[in-house]
């Protein structure tokens, strides 16, 4: 009994103490949000009212609200990701490592490879989002010159035509966007398909070593058991990386 409730309290301050960290990543992007929100105020008043008669609402608008946010979403991986995972997939190696060196080795290969794979579509992805971005801002200065303008437009018979052009941007817009997302499946296709073939290839290298009596029963235990931790972190790191 007492090995299961050591087991159980392990597992138990395990979830506690993530749940703590990551309250304290989101309290942190909360703050960060609150203080970027009150420094872009005080710039634009700094700025003055010239300054923001030549401006596109549209444009400030999105800078205020999309812009601080995506700010923020893009520190909070540093936050509650860090350098935690990589110390945890090192240690979770180390811990295969002990029982079974080649076996370790194999995951090793696999969780570089779930590693730097990635990387190989990451400039495509860099350059979708800038992209997707600036039809985002595109579409969304001219739909609020639109809406606040629609009694013009319509006075001078111009709605239809404007109508039409907002359409093209929406639609390029809605390119932007799924070419993203496509570009973040196949990233995160790449980090599932070296954690399943990693595990699988460890786990049968392991079976084999086995029956040919280079490995104990025990030590493949632990690896069909803990096989699967060692990609978590990398898995983990990588999701909260492909966020928008």
């Not at 080649?102 to 570089?112: E, F, N």
Request: with cysteine; net charge positive.
């Amino acid at each position: 009994m007492t090995p299961l409730l050591l087991a159980a309290g392990a597992i138990l301050l395990r979830s506690a103490l993530d749940h703590a960290r990551t309250t304290i990543a989101h309290n942190t992007a909360a703050r960060v949000q609150e203080v970027l929100r009150a420094r872009l105020f005080d710039k634009i008043l700094a700025l003055g009212p010239a300054w923001f008669g030549a401006e596109r609402t549209g444009g400030v608008m999105l800078s205020m609200v999309d812009g601080r946010r995506a700010t923020a979403d893009l520190l909070r991986p540093i936050f509650a990701a860090g350098r935690d995972r990589h110390l945890r997939a090192r240690r979770h190696l180390f811990f295969i490592a002990y029982w079974d060196l080649p076996v370790a080795t194999v995951m090793l290969g696999a969780a570089l490879f779930t590693l730097f794979l990635p990387a190989t579509v990451s400039r495509k992805t860099e350059r979708a989002s800038r992209g997707r971005q600036r039809a985002f801002k595109s579409f969304g200065e001219e739909f609020l010159d639109a809406v606040q303008g629609l009694p013009t437009l319509k006075a001078f018979g111009q709605s239809k035509a404007y109508g039409d052009m907002l359409g093209a941007k929406a639609r390029a817009l809605s390119d932007a966007t799924f070419w993203v997302l496509a570009l973040n499946v196949l990233t995160r296709g790449f980090t599932d398909l070296g954690t399943a073939v990693g595990a699988a290839a460890a786990l049968a290298f392991g079976a084999w070593r086995v029956q040919h009596g280079e490995m104990s029963l025990e030590a493949l235990l632990i690896v069909l058991m803990a096989g699967t931790e060692i990609f978590r972190p990398l898995r983990d790191l990588r999701t909260v990386c492909t966020r928008e």
